[in-house]
């Protein structure tokens, strides 16, 4: 069992250390859970998971983010990722030549202590096994990393280094308004498929439709860099039918 705990935490964007966005954010996800984070756009969604990333833009300036109760702050990015999290900001855009087989090798090998090396033999053995689990067609690990993908692929892409990864938590941060249907649904099978008591999920969306596809435990709605309510999967159902105005004025402070 593992947990991923937030504390209060505090974001500003680095270049201005003074610009609060993420104001006090308190979340502590188990493994086995899935956590959707919701909110009108511009409430700091994308800057809590890009700063619990280790992103150089963003500035942790108060709180603190323990993985099985030690902090990770002083970590860089891709100890952060031996350490179990997967961050969706470490991946390139595009590597021409460099094939997924080849890339995911690279990133499971980086994973392995020092000195270690990974078989071939069962490299591969392990890939094949989890692209059946994700019904990903063989022919895509001989194609280059994200070169002419359409969202769908690139999604696949990342959730089979995901897969291959095995990390104790995933934060997602699926902003990209050019998300279709298929690439959404890649992702919800692929999230669906790992779903273990030993694997743990952070979904950022803007879309309740991502959820009729991954049914999240809990549902955080994101205000002003604020956690103002949570609830479970009827949160989302009742945010999709109410919009979020009626949370607005709930916690809109009372006019003078
Ligand atoms: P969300 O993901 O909820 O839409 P963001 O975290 O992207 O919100 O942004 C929250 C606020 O912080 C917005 O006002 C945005 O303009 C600002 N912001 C985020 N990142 C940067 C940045 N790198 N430079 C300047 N402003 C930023
Ligand atoms: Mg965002």
């Known amino acids: 069992m593992h947990t991923l705990e937030l504390r209060d935490l505090h974001v500003a964007l680095t270049e201005q250390p003074d610009k609060s966005i993420v104001k006090g954010v308190t979340l502590t996800i188990k493994s086995g859970e899935v956590h959707a984070i919701m909110g009108p756009n511009g409430t700091g969604k994308s800057t809590l998971s890009k700063a619990v990333a280790g992103h150089p833009d963003y500035t942790i300036t ?10 990770i702050l002083e ?11 997967f961050l969706a900001f470490q991946y390139p855009s595009e590597i021409p030549g460099v094939s997924i087989a080849n890339f995911i090798r690279a990133a499971v ?11 071939a033999t069962s490299y591969y053995k392990r ?3 989890k692209m059946d689990l994700l019904k990903i067609d063989r022919k895509f690990t001989s194609r280059a990393v994200n070169d002419g993908f359409s969202g769908g692929e690139k999604k696949r892409c990342e959730i089979l280094q995901m897969a291959m990864l095995e990390p104790a938590f995933a934060l997602m941060d699926e902003t990209d308004s050019g998300l279709d249907i298929d690439a959404l649904k ?6 669906n498929a790992m779903r273990s008591p030993r694997f743990g999920v952070l979904m950022i969306t ?6 009729d596809y991954i049914v999240p435990d809990f549902v955080h709605v994101m205000m002003d860099g604020r956690i103002v309510k949570s609830g479970d999967k009827t949160l989302a159902m009742e945010l999709e039918s109410r919009g979020y105005d009626w949370i607005k004025k709930e916690f809109a402070p009372a006019k003078a």
């Open 206 to 211: 803007h879309y309740q439709r991502l959820l």
């Open 127 to 129: 890939l094949y096994a």
């Open 109 to 119: 090998q980086a994973r392995l202590k020092e000195g270690e090396e990974l078989d």
């Open 62 to 71: 108060g709180g603190d983010v323990l993985l099985d109760g030690k902090s």
């Open 186 to 191: 890649v992702v919800a099978e692929g999230v």
């Open 75 to 85: 970590m860089e990015p891709d100890e952060r990722a031996r350490a179990g999290l």
